[in-house]
């Protein structure tokens, strides 16, 4: 019985799949007709398809209610080329659920001025019922003095129903930014919203401010808007689960109250004057920072797992002051554009990290460079430490080379029996970094592979049509082979056998161009 149940399910499933496949067949084949014989923005059908211009067909093949759960299922734009097809289909674009307006969708060079200002307008007066997505992204704002087209979409868009808006504008000379009306929001859509993202608008939300009963995600972007109006937005927003905040320079505290039961993740980006962030959400697990003037009064959040951090003098704070903060992080990525000293010893440990990310591009402190065997102290405050990455890329060496100076310093052994995998991105030939590498070698007795990337960020792409190289300084590829021949020499013979090596480099085009660079710049330098 059981023998035939399955095969039974197994019949069903392949059914299933060549349903899928030819319903897939059909609507390319609409797409390409539609393509075929007309011309312009398939978007633009309302405009013609009432003149008698374009003669519609009959799909009898499927039944009518499977047809439309398609074409409601299309991307915009194919959805829009279906449309003209049969009525059934012109029909269903105009409740179409999913809106789109960007210049790809449209087919406009560009998402402004009045061409896309007539289509959208043409498109949302003939929709009828609700949308389950709006999404604009209007690309010019200079020179716009009328917001009444956007006052227009919404009060169309903004109705029971709607689960995602996306609100994305851009920058002005002027400055002068759209008031986005924030009653909308709670007399309309305060019981279906889910996502809101909004970019370079206005947004005053006041205490008359109605509930957003399932309002999950929440992005505001270059949006002009102060603690005292966001909390305001905060406590009506009970089922919140992400903040993110980017460049909000008016936000100067940022307060998270235990009434934000569902909050998991927040993420505060670039905003200038925030200077303190106090969270007592009770769930929240995951945070991303990034700022140069923070004040990590982290209160209550002795559950957080995921931190991200990017300031100067990182390495220094995080030592002194997450510990005790944040006993039971998992994850630590930090990002220190410039630091005042090398790593100090770690008063307290961080138990429970597993996962540590650095990255010190600038290889530098405020008088020499930067000591990368000071971050054992690193390791050795995370007896659970699994995996480590270091990023060191440099644009120029500004170490002393292991060739310059052979004499390898010791560190009393730590033994780390939990240390699996280490990569190190920019890997040079400096002493420092060899001695590091060595230490992790020796006391990591659990490790099972170790990566030394002599270059750093996305690996040169050749599929045998396309090639494509990373950009990167003549210094860097100059201290290539210096940097392999320090692995050869003083790392190789150190790697126990159960140990997986893997030394990457720049490929053969990125050596040939750094040659060509530097005969260029050689013969720039003679000829001067």
């Known amino acids: ?79 829009a080329r279906a449309a003209c ?25 560009s998402a402004s001025g009045e061409k896309f200002h007539h289509k959208v307008d043409c498109i949302l ?19 716009l003095d009328d917001f009444s087209y956007f006052d227009r979409w919404l009060q169309i868009a903004l109705k029971p129903g709607l689960e995602e808006l996306t609100f994305v504008l851009s920058e002005t000379e002027t400055m002068r930014k759209y008031n986005f009306p924030c009653a909308l929001l709670s ?35 270059y949006v002009s808007i102060t603690w005292n109006e966001l909390e305001c937005l905060l406590s009506n927003s009970p089922a919140l689960e992400l903040l993110d905040l980017t460049r909000c320079t008016e936000i100067r505290c940022l307060k998270l109250s235990c009434a934000l039961q569902r909050l998991i993740v927040l993420s505060v980006l670039e905003c200038r004057r925030l200077t303190v962030i106090e969270s007592k959400a009770p769930n929240l697990s995951s945070l991303y ?13 002795l559950q957080l797992k995921e931190l991200y951090l990017q300031q100067d003098n990182l390495i220094r704070d995080a030592c002194a002051k997450l510990p005790p903060m944040l006993p039971n992080i998992e994850t630590l990525a930090i990002e220190s554009p410039r630091e005042v000293v090398d790593a100090p010893m770690l008063p307290t440990k961080f138990l429970y990290l597993k996962h540590l990310n650095i990255n010190l591009r600038t290889g530098t402190t405020e008088y020499r460079p930067y000591d990368y065997f000071s971050l054992v102290s690193f390791l050795d405050a995370s007896p659970s430490l699994e995996t480590l990455e270091l990023d060191v890329t440099q ?19 730590h033994r780390h029996s939990c240390l699996k995998s280490v990569k190190i991105s920019g890997f040079s030939s400096a002493k420092c970094l060899i001695e590091l590498t060595c230490y992790i070698l020796k006391n990591a007795v659990s490790l099972e592979c170790l990566t030394l990337d002599t270059i750093y960020g996305h690996r040169c792409y050749d599929d045998g049509k396309y090639d494509w190289c990373m950009p990167m300084g003549v210094g860097i590829l100059m201290e290539t082979p210096r940097a392999l021949s320090a692995i050869r020499t003083y790392i190789e013979n150190k790697v126990p056998s159960t140990v997986k090596l893997t030394v990457m480099e720049p490929c053969s085009q990125c050596q ?14 003679v000829s001067i």
């Not at 040939?512 to 330098?525: D, G, H, I, P």
Request: with cysteine; proline share 3%.
């Open 187 to 221: 007399d309309r859509v305060g019981n279906s919203l889910r996502h809101l993202s909004l970019r370079f608008c206005d947004l005053h939300p006041t205490v008359e401010l109605g509930p957003l009963r399932s309002l999950t995600r929440l992005c505001l972007c």
């Open 395 to 413: 644009l120029r060496m500004l170490h002393k080379s292991i060739f310059a100076d052979s004499q390898l310093r010791h560190m009393p052994e």
């Open 85 to 109: 097809l049969s009525q059934a289909f012109l029909h269903s674009w105009r409740c179409h659920s999913n809106l789109i307006f960007n210049k790809y969708t449209i087919g406009l060079k």
């Open 512 to 525: 040939a161009k750094a040659l060509r660079r530097a005969l260029s710049q050689s013969c720039n330098a």
């Open 289 to 301: 920072l990034r700022g140069s003037s923070l004040d990590f009064s982290l209160v209550e959040t």
């Open 1 to 79: 019985m059981g023998l035939f149940a399955l095969n039974r399910l197994m019949s069903l499933q392949r059914d299933r799949q060549r349903r899928r496949h030819q319903i897939r067949a059909r609507c390319r084949l609409m797409a390409s007709m539609t393509t075929g014989k007309r011309k312009g923005s398939p978007c633009q059908q309302d405009d013609d398809s009432e003149s008698g211009k374009i003669k519609r067909m009959a799909i009898p093949e499927l039944p009518e209610d499977i047809l439309l759960h398609i074409h409601s299922l299309m991307p915009m734009r194919e959805a």
């Open 125 to 143: 007066r003939k929709h009828k019922g609700s949308l389950k997505t709006f999404k604009l992204e209007y690309n010019e704002m200079n020179g």
